[in-house]
């Protein structure tokens, strides 16, 4: 029985690891998105070493992150390789990002990682 069980459990993680998706695309401020008028520039949203609030823009749709996935964005723009000379430099424009996870709702992301590039 304990070994059906412990077989049982290995499937299903396996099963949910299969799930995992991967988004690339322009790594963007949520916070901004949502206040983002029609007609604005969408270089007003790009993230800034304060953005709490990430979003993915992948072919024209766009995922926000979850909590998880906010805090691991943040991190991985903070230490990302062009600022790991200076870490008082802005982060440049137009950061691309690629996100593995899964979707959760309509345009929600669970984040499992995120490579800012």
Known sequence: MRRILTLCAFVSIFTALAMAETWTGRLMDAN??????????ANACDPTS???????????????????????AADALKTRADRSADPSKAPS????????????GA????????EVQ
């Open 32 to 41: 901004c998105i949502d206040q983002q008028q029609k007609g604005a520039t």
């Open 50 to 72: 304060a953005t709490t609030s990430f979003a993915i823009v992948v072919s024209g749709q766009t995922y926000k992150f979850d909590d998880a996935g906010n805090a691991k």
């Open 93 to 104: 424009p137009q950061i691309a990002a690629k996100v593995s996870g899964t979707k959760d």
């Open 107 to 114: 345009n929600t992301l669970k984040v499992d990682t995120i």
